[in-house]
């Protein structure tokens, strides 16, 4: 398995700001996602973080509220920007591991409540 | 879309085997079946996934029909702590995501 650490685990933030939740994985990964777990629904794909260039990002995201970054192979970010009450959502990174590929492994996730 | 249909919830007493079903008729001959669980308050767990062949692991078993049409994922001894939410994903292998359907809540009851 992998391990995935995501920062922070929750947070409280006001509407109109930004927040940047990291995800560092133990070793050396493949592929990276990001989920949206809205409260009491499934998992959504955000986008997709590709190494040393822009995300692919899924219909209904756009870069604009949702950059991210994937400057190395084991480490990415994904910024909220501007919040509003309806970001309010667990979001998710997910990998697959080098050597592993068949398996996505997911992190505990970022809690984030917006008021 | 998700491709998989599952039903909501499933009750199971303790001990007993919990067979979770899964429809997936329009699945695709190089895609694979995946079943994963969420525990309240963590990110999703890979249970298991197969092809077509019949698989078991140290978690489950899971039973593919031999048209590849449904699946069902058997917990031979549910406890407690299976109580989640089981998702079947049907996902071609290598580098793509998995999308997820709305699963099937299983309580694990005493």
């Known amino acids: 398995s992998a391990v995935i650490s995501q920062k922070p685990s929750r947070d409280i933030c006001q509407r109109g700001t930004s927040l940047t939740i990291q995800c560092q994985v133990d070793?050396?990964?493949?592929?990276m996602f990001w989920y949206r777990q809205q409260p009491g629904q499934s998992l959504t794909l955000i986008a997709t973080?590709?190494?040393?260039?822009?995300?692919?990002?899924e219909s209904g995201f756009v870069i604009d509220k949702f950059p991210i970054s994937r400057p190395n192979l084991t480490f990415s970010t994904l910024t909220v920007s501007n919040m509003s009450p309806e970001d309010s959502s667990i979001y998710l990174c997910?990998?697959?591991?080098?050597?592993?590929?068949?398996?996505?492994?997911f992190g505990s996730g970022t809690q984030l409540s917006v008021l | 879309d998700a491709k998989t249909t599952q039903p909501p919830s499933m009750d199971c007493a303790e001990g007993r085997a919990a067979n979770l079903p899964c429809n997936h008729s329009t699945i695709s001959g190089n895609e694979y079946v995946y079943w994963y669980r969420q525990i309240h308050s963590q990110g999703p767990q890979y249970i298991i996934h197969?092809?077509?062949n019949n698989e078991t692991n140290e978690m489950a078993s899971l039973i593919i029909t031999e048209d590849r049409k449904s699946s069902t994922l058997i917990l031979p001894h549910a406890t407690l702590r299976d109580t989640a939410v089981y998702y079947c994903?049907?996902?071609?292998?290598?580098?793509?995501?998995?999308?997820f359907g709305k699963g099937t809540r299983l309580s694990v009851i005493a």
């Open positions: 973080a590709n190494q040393g260039s822009e995300a692919t990002y």
């Open positions: 997910s990998v697959s591991k080098t050597g592993e590929i068949e398996k996505l492994f």
């Open positions: 197969g092809l077509k």
């Open positions: 994903i049907v996902r071609a292998t290598g580098n793509t995501p998995l999308v």
């Open positions: 070793s050396q990964v493949t592929m």
